[in-house]
């Protein structure tokens, strides 16, 4: 695992590998940490046959495929803090301590009670890392909302929705965005991602002169300042037969509904303007 640390932290930091057009040193390094677990196998067994392990292929088959397997499916330790020096040691560490537990593993003089419980630990690599990363980008996600200059803004949620996609961005000004969508599955078709409600929030904006001028920006840019028509206390409508904008202000944010009605009632779009208030960032986690 050293040789190979080394081999592979000497292949990127060198000037070919800097310099490849293409996907050239990209190519590379993708198909060397696909490659890692068979070098390690192919290597490995002539080493511990020296070293004196035994059974040796055995040791080296089941530690290449717990590399394999932990590089794989632990990717939750990816998330830790990289140490001084931007080096990350999960790549090292974790097929060292797979050949490890495969020389325990595969030793004569095991009972086979702390070899089951070791074969259910590993089974629940898969659900506890699923957990650890929903964790981890729950805690990030909160922080970044914790730490926004605009408002987060969000509606009473209509039933059968769900919020996701939730996200800020400062290329214009200072935005706070997200969708509500439909429960279910995934909306691939054009009609599914109709029923999509996309909500931005953003720092009222000098020319939002309601009825006359809407003026309004997205997570891109400012958009159109078109007349609007007041459909309920606070609330305003732009837009054409379909495409719609609701706008709502609440203190010195304004918040930009968009959809696309029908198959989206006005009544639906209507409801969730009026019911924007200030929420915490874990009313936007966790879908």
Same mark, same amino acid.
């Given at each position: 695992?050293?040789?190979l640390f080394?081999a $592979?932290?000497?292949?990127?930091?060198?000037?070919?590998?800097?310099?490849?057009?293409?996907?050239g040193?990209?190519?590379?390094?993708v198909?060397w940490?696909?490659?890692?677990?068979?070098?390690?196998?192919?290597?490995?067994?002539?080493?511990?046959?020296?070293?004196?392990?035994?059974?040796?292929?055995?040791?080296?088959? *089941?530690?290449?495929?717990?590399?394999?397997?932990?590089?794989?499916? *632990?990717?939750a330790?990816?998330?830790?803090?990289?140490?001084?020096?931007?080096?990350?040691?999960?790549?090292?560490?974790?097929?060292t301590?797979?050949? /490890?537990?495969a020389?325990?593993?595969?030793?004569?003089?095991?009972?086979?009670?702390?070899?089951v419980?070791?074969v259910?630990? *590993?089974?629940?690599v898969?659900?506890?890392?699923?957990?650890?990363?929903?964790?981890?980008?729950?805690?990030? @996600?909160?922080?970044?909302?914790?730490?926004?200059?605009?408002?987060?803004?969000?509606? @009473?949620?209509?039933?059968?929705?769900?919020?996701?996609?939730?996200?800020? $961005?400062? *290329?214009?000004?200072?935005?706070?965005?997200?969708?509500? /969508?439909p429960?279910?599955?995934?909306?691939t078709?054009?009609?599914?991602l109709?029923? $999509?409600?996309?909500?931005?929030v953003?720092?009222?904006?000098?020319?939002f002169?309601?009825?006359?001028?809407?003026?309004?920006?997205?997570?891109?840019?400012?958009?159109?300042?078109? /007349?609007?028509?007041?459909?309920?206390?606070?609330v305003?409508? #732009?837009?054409?037969?379909?495409?719609?904008?609701?706008?709502?202000?609440v203190?010195d944010?304004?918040?930009?509904?968009?959809?696309?009605s029908?198959?989206?009632?006005a009544?639906?779009?209507?409801?969730i303007?009026? #019911?924007?208030?200030?929420?915490?960032? #874990?009313?936007?986690?966790?879908?």
């Amino acid at each position: 695992m050293v040789g190979l640390f080394l081999a $592979e932290w000497l292949l990127v930091s060198s000037s070919a590998c800097r310099n490849a057009s293409g996907w050239g040193c990209v190519g590379v390094v993708v198909w060397w940490g696909d490659a890692t677990p068979f070098v390690l196998l192919v290597v490995g067994w002539p080493v511990l046959r020296m070293l004196g392990v035994r059974p040796a292929w055995l040791t080296a088959l *089941l530690g290449a495929g717990l590399s394999w397997y932990l590089l794989r499916y *632990l990717t939750a330790v990816a998330s830790l803090p990289v140490p001084p020096g931007g080096v990350r040691w999960v790549q090292f560490a974790l097929p060292t301590a797979a050949f /490890a537990l495969a020389a325990w593993f595969t030793a004569s003089l095991r009972r086979w009670l702390p070899r089951v419980a070791t074969v259910v630990a *590993l089974a629940l690599v898969v659900p506890v890392n699923t957990f650890a990363l929903s964790q981890v980008n729950d805690s990030r @996600q909160n922080a970044a909302l914790s730490a926004s200059s605009v408002p987060l803004l969000g509606p @009473q949620i209509p039933r059968g929705y769900h919020i996701e996609g939730v996200g800020t $961005e400062t *290329l214009t000004a200072p935005t706070f965005y997200y969708r509500l /969508a439909p429960d279910g599955r995934q909306a691939t078709t054009t009609a599914e991602l109709q029923r $999509e409600i996309q909500v931005f929030v953003a720092p009222v904006q000098p020319q939002f002169t309601p009825p006359s001028h809407c003026a309004a920006i997205n997570s891109s840019y400012p958009v159109p300042a078109p /007349a609007c028509t007041a459909v309920a206390p606070g609330v305003w409508r #732009s837009g054409n037969s379909q495409y719609v904008s609701y706008y709502v202000r609440v203190g010195d944010a304004l918040a930009d509904i968009q959809a696309t009605s029908p198959p989206v009632s006005a009544a639906v779009l209507t409801s969730i303007a009026r #019911s924007m208030s200030v929420r915490q960032p #874990s009313y936007f986690i966790g879908g």
